[in-house]
């Protein structure tokens, strides 16, 4: 799939920001999605502005129009229902209105598998993305900007085992978090993957290609990354849930 116009989906966040930045100095025509135009700041130059709320997707049919690529780096900061309308409704809300496909880069959080009501629903929305037949990298960052200076040597693992909830778990920064998103859009092999994301002490790689292709593919028709813990049964996930998954099974 040949990647032309990128939307970023959380364009004024703090990974956004620098996704917005990354896209463009890639080459790519970049739509930042903002809710509030007025409030939106500055982009760098070449950036087109869309305005849409991602809890209404009814507003977004001109975000999603044309693009070839979607970077999502969205998120709440509440409760389950913010979580829920935000962090899993960006990414149903989206897709729904999304008529041709679109590779996707999607941003959750180390710890995703991990049972907290805000994990949940980000991992529900990985699920949607897993479900919906488009190519996608699924990217769960450790802690942003917590790296020391000299921590920039990217390690991608999968399995999601590293539960503390503490930056011991793993520090990333925001500008390496949104690099990676980025260069997984045009990756082969970072089609179906899924992984945590930290930097450990060292220098940047130049090339992502061996970190991607050492990584194991998640299996077809998996719900969950390919080593996850299983344990967010469907049969005990709420019915409309389970009702919406469904209906994004084999969309593209
Ligand atoms: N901090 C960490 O160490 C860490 C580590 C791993 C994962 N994460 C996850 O990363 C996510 C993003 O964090 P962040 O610090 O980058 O957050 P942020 O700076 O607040 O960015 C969140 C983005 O989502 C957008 N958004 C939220 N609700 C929206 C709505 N209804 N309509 C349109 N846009 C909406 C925000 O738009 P506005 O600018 O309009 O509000 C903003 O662009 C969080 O969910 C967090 O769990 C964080």
Redesign the pocket.
Known sequence: MAIDLVLV????????RHAVAGALDAGYRTRA????RA??GRFPEGAQLVV????DPGTLREAVAGVTGIVF?????GDAR??Q???Y??VHNVLSVLDVPARIAL????GVTKHTP?HDW?RRGERLVRASGLPYTIV???????NEPDQHRLVMVQGDTRWAGAPSDGVVS?AQIAHVLVASLTSDAADRRTFELVAEQGAAQSDLAPLFTALQPDPAAALDGVLDRDNMPLDQEPAAVVAELDAFRGRF
């Open positions: 989906v959380g364009a004024t966040g703090s990974v956004g999605l903002v809710r509030d409030r939106a849409g709320d991602l809890t780096t969205h998120g709440s900061h913010a979580a309308l935000v962090d409704g960006a941003m959750t959080t180390i805000g980000k769960r960052p450790g802690w942003f900007d917590y925001r």
